[in-house]
């Protein structure tokens, strides 16, 4: 930063994945500027919540993506579809009818549409998201819905094991995914890209994962096995590729997405994950 003149230099926008906290400070605290998140989904062709600094900045909180945009009728239901209070986590839904610029249907799929997005909730748009607002109407998104895994009949978020993961001091990126188990059901694998110049032993950055996880959460967790990788797949638009990764872990066969950033990087996954015991093809 010193070799520029960032005089000019205002806010940082980010996209792709969700804003976690120690992320936001991070950035905050080195450029000393405004760091903001905002939230939206390919189907709905402009932010669904964000901190339009053109019109009224709010105050920022960290892991929040803001406020609902003009035009966005943001709610959280539970599984029966009962509208839930503040800082109650649930489903995130918009309420119909969405505004200009979104998704009118899928090509050549009108019913599949209906099922996807219409018919889970009736009178709402299903984003398949979960989070909640606080008692000021920001609204914080946690994670895809089914990023939430079953680990022995309890339901736990991959995203807040990821939170953890990503504060240890020699993690630059991290991915959290349930992984098929024959006696638990599912348990948590945590794939980890280290930062440039970390000489520590693998196995031991492991072990402190481990404990990490375990005294946030708790042993419920069950967070016990970690990939370092070089890399993790991604979008173009920066999103990271859980759902190919579960695939990949499980053994289940799967397509390279259009979007995919670097299609490579799956065949380095899978060898990561085999070395760990995993990505091999279940009977």
Not at 105 to 115: G, I, K, P, S, Y
Not at 144 to 173: C, F, K, Q, W, Y
Not at 194 to 203: E, N, Y
Not at 233 to 259: F, Q, V
Request: charged share 25%.
């Amino acid at each position: 930063m010193k070799k520029h003149d960032l005089s000019d230099f205002k806010y940082l926008f980010l996209a792709g994945e969700r804003l976690d906290p120690d992320t936001y400070h991070w950035a905050h605290n080195l450029l000393k500027k405004p760091v903001i998140d905002h939230w939206w989904q390919t189907e709905t062709g402009w932010p669904i919540t964000a901190n339009c600094m053109g019109i009224e900045p709010f105050p920022v909180k960290p892991g929040s993506s803001t406020k609902p945009v003009p035009g966005f009728d943001v709610r959280i239901l539970d599984s029966s579809g009962k509208c839930l209070t503040s800082k109650q986590e649930g489903l995130v839904v918009i309420k119909l009818p969405l505004p200009p610029g979104t998704l009118p249907t899928l090509w050549n799929a009108d019913d599949r549409f209906v099922q996807s997005y219409l018919s889970p909730f009736p009178g709402y748009y299903f984003t398949s998201d979960g989070g909640f607002i606080d008692e000021d109407s920001y609204v914080y998104i946690m994670g895809r819905v089914d990023d939430v895994i079953n680990v022995a009949g309890h339901r736990l978020s991959t995203e807040e094991m990821e939170e953890v993961v990503a504060t240890h001091p020699d993690v630059a990126e991290c991915a959290v995914i349930g992984v098929h188990d024959s006696l638990k059901g599912q348990l948590p694998l945590g794939l980890v890209v280290l930062k440039a110049g970390v000489s520590k032993d693998h196995d031991e950055i492991k072990k402190e994962l481990v404990r990490m996880v375990r005294n946030t959460i708790g042993p419920i967790a069950c967070y016990k096995e970690t990939c370092i990788v070089a890399r993790l797949p991604k979008t173009r638009s920066g999103k990271i590729l859980r759902g190919i990764m579960r695939k990949i872990a499980d053994g289940e066969a799967y397509s390279m997405p259009s979007t995919i950033d670097d299609p490579a990087i799956l065949g380095e996954i899978e060898q990561a994950m085999k070395l760990s015991g995993y990505a091999q093809k279940r009977q």
